[in-house]
């Protein structure tokens, strides 16, 4: 059966985590909407669907994993967290591929391949 809630213990790694991203709760839009899909009588009239928008990046999340709204609200700032990582990972790799293309620009050529390039 799953829990309604997540445990205090998860809470706190969830916060450290944000507060190790730079996440604050004040950069985060929530809001609740009734989720879609399967799942009757519970799905048409509550609210569980969370949708979170981290307002400096522009970055939207939505989850609707489970019929619980606390639940869907914690997995939701964790698939937050996971979007910011991704996209500093990206960002990060740009920055090193931008880096080795000008590293290779201005190697120098060694005498073997300069002799090479000329003979053709």
């Given at each position: 059966?799953?829990?309604?809630?997540?445990?205090?213990?998860?809470?706190?790694?969830?916060?450290?985590?944000?507060?190790?991203?730079?996440?604050?709760?004040?950069?985060l839009r929530?809001?609740?909407?009734?989720?879609?899909?399967?799942?009757?009588?519970n799905v048409?009239?509550?609210?569980?669907?969370?949708?979170?928008?981290?307002?400096?990046?522009?970055?939207?999340?939505?989850?609707?994993?489970?019929?619980?709204?606390a639940m869907?609200?914690?997995?939701?700032?964790?698939?937050?967290?996971?979007?910011?990582?991704?996209?500093?990972?990206?960002?990060?790799?740009?920055?090193?591929?931008?880096?080795?293309?000008?590293?290779?620009?201005?190697?120098?050529?060694?005498?073997?391949?300069?002799?090479?390039?000329?003979?053709?």
């Amino acid at each position: 059966m799953s829990q309604t809630t997540p445990s205090l213990d998860k809470q706190s790694t969830l916060a450290r985590r944000m507060a190790g991203l730079g996440l604050r709760e004040e950069d985060l839009r929530e809001s609740f909407v009734r989720s879609s899909g399967h799942g009757g009588q519970n799905v048409n009239k509550v609210a569980t669907c969370a949708v979170l928008v981290h307002l400096p990046t522009g970055l939207q999340v939505r989850c609707q994993a489970t019929r619980h709204q606390a639940m869907n609200r914690f997995l939701a700032r964790q698939l937050l967290c996971d979007k910011v990582e991704a996209r500093r990972r990206a960002r990060a790799a740009e920055i090193q591929a931008r880096i080795a293309k000008v590293r290779r620009q201005r190697r120098k050529r060694s005498r073997a391949t300069k002799e090479r390039i000329l003979a053709d």
